[in-house]
T-cell receptor, first 114, second 112 residues
Framework: KQEVTQIPAALSVPEGENLVLNCSFT??????LQWFRQDPGKGLTSLLL?????REQTSGRLNASLDKSSGRSTLYIAASQPGDSATYLC?????????????FGKGTTLSVSS | DGGITQSPKYLFRKEGQNVTLSCEQN?????MYWYRQDPGQGLRLIYY???????QKGDIAEGYSVSREKKESFPLTVTSAQKNPTAFYLC???????????FGQGTRLTVV
């Protein structure tokens, strides 16, 4: 059964810092991995989808990398802003026992101070 | 606008009542999912449906039921058998394994 761990659980940084959020997963037979952000009391917003054949995917100040063989993904946020404050979740996709459902970790809660 | 609509945003249930959470999507997605989120925990899968008229139990299906009679709709019923239903419920959909999953804005259910 896929298990997802995100480290750190919480992170506080001053505005302007570059930062890295880590995601590890136990079953490396994934199709892809998706990163989301969640604001308090809201649904999940998709940030990036990185396919298993890709090493990196970029969107604006966000860069996600994937090392499938070692079961790790990182989300790099450049020049952080207060508006980046949210919980970030990673979710790998395995096919099998839960169809195409994503499995989630507990997330990293980011706070960026101005 | 294309997307996933969950309603209501807030829902209050009395002990022993069944309540139904609505999830509608106009993205023409085949697969739909229900998750439950509790404070300090990750999202846990309740039920999923890969196609119309078919659905499967997830990790925590006890006390819940679903139907998938139309492609765009996947309602979740929280029955009186669910002993601890207070949580944030999220609905999602996707179309194929190589595409993004999208989420609704959630329904917060509280037992009163």
């Amino acid at each position: 059964k896929q298990e997802v761990t995100q480290i750190p659980a919480a992170l506080s940084v001053p505005e302007g810092e570059n930062l890295v959020l880590n995601c590890s997963f136990t079953d490396s037979a994934i199709y892809n991995l998706q990163w989301f952000r969640q604001d308090p009391g809201k649904g999940l917003t998709s940030l990036l989808l990185i396919q298993s054949s890709q090493r990196e995917q970029t969107s604006g100040r966000l860069n996600a990398s994937l090392d499938k063989s070692s079961g790790r993904s990182t989300l790099y946020i450049a020049a952080s802003q207060p508006g980046d404050s949210a919980t970030y979740l990673c979710a790998p996709l395995n096919l099998g026992r839960a169809g195409t459902a994503l499995i989630f970790g507990k997330g990293t809660t980011l706070s960026v101070s101005s | 606008d294309g997307g996933i609509t969950q309603s209501p945003k807030y829902l209050f249930r009395k002990e022993g009542q069944n309540v139904t959470l609505s999830c509608e999507q106009n993205l023409n997605h085949d697969a739909m999912y229900w998750y439950r989120q509790d404070p300090g925990q990750g999202l846990r899968l309740i039920y999923y449906s890969q196609i119309v008229n078919d659905f499967q139990k997830g990790d925590i299906a006890e006390g819940y039921s679903v139907s998938r009679e139309k492609k765009e709709s996947f309602p979740l019923t929280v029955t009186s058998a669910q002993k601890n239903p207070t949580a944030f419920y999220l609905c999602a959909s996707r179309n194929g394994v190589n595409t993004e999953a999208f989420f609704g804005q959630g329904t917060r259910l509280t037992v009163v």
